[in-house]
């Protein structure tokens, strides 16, 4: 039987303190009832004294969900955590988490207090929020730096005050997993008391050690995490949901169980990612983009033949629809079959390799090989009555934006004008008038390559036709045109079948 782990997502405090990131009310809800559905078990969904829109996103997000126990960041001042309680007067299930450094630098150079003052502060304010709630959690601000008989002495006194969760923040990202494990276990069997409170973990990512750490935490006892969809938080970020929960599914050996439906990653992962404009790095961990996805020929073979062999997750288990199979100059004749055989080109043999050959000369001076450059491999063998080009395109602006877009399609050229709230979503709503196969833009990311006001800018485009990724690129000095190419070769990925053109 294995224990409760306890999932606080701070994705709305800690992780909104990125800078450029923040949300409005608003948004902030259609997050929380993303994170109530994905199956959190605590949001802390604010610090209400830091701003009147804290406080009143701490309010609407007690009255829109339910499920999830709602936390209220304070410092260790009164103020503070009247206000929180504040704040938390809807919530069905509130928490005030209140606490003060701990650390000597903390202690001396930030409080410019005394160990006996801190103590006094602390136990004060973990009383007084017992006036307002019954759920208190302590915060030992920067516990990864602190002298271990203080921490203890600490942490043993706030439980007798009442608190039933402590944290042990591992704040600058200081530690190694043997030493915050070692403080994990160290308050484990020398706090007298410490069975009266869960131990709680909330490391950060400074040295790229938060998942590690948070992970050990768990090891020796610790049994709530505290993450962030993504990872995003102050500097590198804080340890990240979908890593913790997915290495604790991987590992059977570790004794815990959480309540997050994992399924529900990805998309719950893109939401915050498209609501902060923060995109997720494409080698992240569980979400990135490239996660799943295989370039080099022995683990392409090796995946088609045996998706183990190469993936210990099953992307279905996080939301993604199946792992990617890229073609590149590293791939082999198992991937290039692969993908001529959706699109309905059967090669074997002497066939195969003399296309594998042509292939290889072309992928090692492309970077992304797409539907378009199949074709032309094969042209003798496939019909090409589906493929787009785009021929032209005009934009202009007279109190609304217009666009029009001519593609050929196949043997036919068509025409299309659409307006937009710019130029390039006018330029992509008539591609889509005239291409039609009902995608989904879930990602589109543009990049300066180059310096100056003739900056050339690079699009990348991820679009989800029947729950499946294609992904397009392109560059251009202009970026309503790098969009549109970017956009046109994302749509030549999708499979023939899929399509119905107008």
């Known amino acids: 039987m294995s224990d409760k782990l306890w999932i606080f997502d701070t994705t709305l405090r800690d992780g909104e303190q990125v800078p450029g990131c923040q949300l409005n009310t608003q948004e902030k809800i259609i997050v929380a009832k993303a994170l109530e559905d994905l199956g959190v078990d605590i949001i802390e969904a604010g610090f209400p004294i830091s701003s009147p829109g804290d406080f009143n996103s701490v309010v609407e997000i007690s009255k829109a969900v339910s499920n999830p126990i709602i936390c209220a960041l304070s410092r ?9 309680a504040q704040a938390l007067k809807f919530a069905k299930k509130g928490r005030i988490h209140t606490g003060i450094g701990v650390s000597p630098y903390h202690i001396q150079f930030k409080l410019r207090s005394t160990p006996e003052e801190i103590i006094r502060r602390g136990v004060a304010a973990v009383k007084f929020a017992k006036q307002f709630v019954e759920d208190v959690e302590f915060y030992a601000e920067d516990a990864g730096r602190s002298e271990p008989d203080f921490l203890c002495k600490i942490i043993e006194e706030v439980i007798k005050a009442g608190a039933t969760v402590v944290n042990i923040p591992d704040t600058t990202g200081y530690c190694l997993p043997e030493q915050y494990g070692g403080i994990i276990a160290d308050l484990k069997n020398r706090v007298s008391n410490i069975d009266k409170a869960i131990i709680a973990t909330h490391c950060h990512n400074d040295l790229g050690m938060a998942t590690a750490n948070t992970v050990a935490g768990v090891q020796h006892g610790a049994r709530q995490v505290e993450v962030t969809i993504n990872g995003i938080g102050e500097r590198a970020g804080n340890t990240s949901m979908e890593e913790v929960v997915m290495a604790i599914k991987c590992h059977k050996s570790i004794p815990v169980h ?14 915050v990612s498209k609501l902060m404009n923060m995109p997720v790095q494409p080698n992240k961990a569980i979400v990135g983009r490239n996660a799943f996805a295989h370039s080099s020929g022995i683990h392409q073979d090796g995946v088609l033949k045996h998706r183990e062999n190469y993936e210990i997750i099953d992307p279905k288990e996080v939301g993604v629809e199946e792992s990617s199979i890229v073609l590149t100059a590293r791939s082999g004749r198992a991937a290039l079959k692969h993908h001529l055989d959706a699109l309905g080109v059967e090669l074997e043999g002497e066939e195969l390799r003399k296309v594998y050959e042509e292939f290889l000369l072309l992928a090692d001076s492309k970077r992304d090989i797409g539907r378009k450059d199949l074709l032309e491999l094969v042209g003798k063998y496939l019909d090409e009555s589906n493929f787009i080009e785009l021929e032209k395109v005009t934009y202009s602006s007279n109190g609304e934006i217009n666009a029009t877009v ?3 399609i196949g043997d036919q050229s068509l025409e299309a004008t659409q307006t937009g709230v710019g130029p390039v979503d006018a330029v992509l709503k008539a591609i889509e008038t005239l291409v039609q196969p009902q995608v989904d833009l879930e990602e589109f990311l543009i990049q300066a390559m180059t310096h100056g006001s003739n900056d050339v800018a690079k699009v990348h485009m991820r679009v989800i036709k029947s729950d499946k990724p294609y992904y397009g690129f392109a560059s251009h ?12 070769d994302a749509l030549n990925k999708i499979p023939v079948k899929e399509y119905a053109t107008a």
């Open 406 to 408: 001519q593609l050929k």
């Open 76 to 84: 260790a001042v009164e103020k503070d955590i009247e206000v929180a």
């Open 477 to 488: 000095e202009d970026i309503v045109l790098a969009s549109a190419f970017a956009f046109v």
């Open 258 to 271: 959480t309540s997050i439906d994992t399924p529900k990653i990805y998309k719950t992962s893109r939401l």
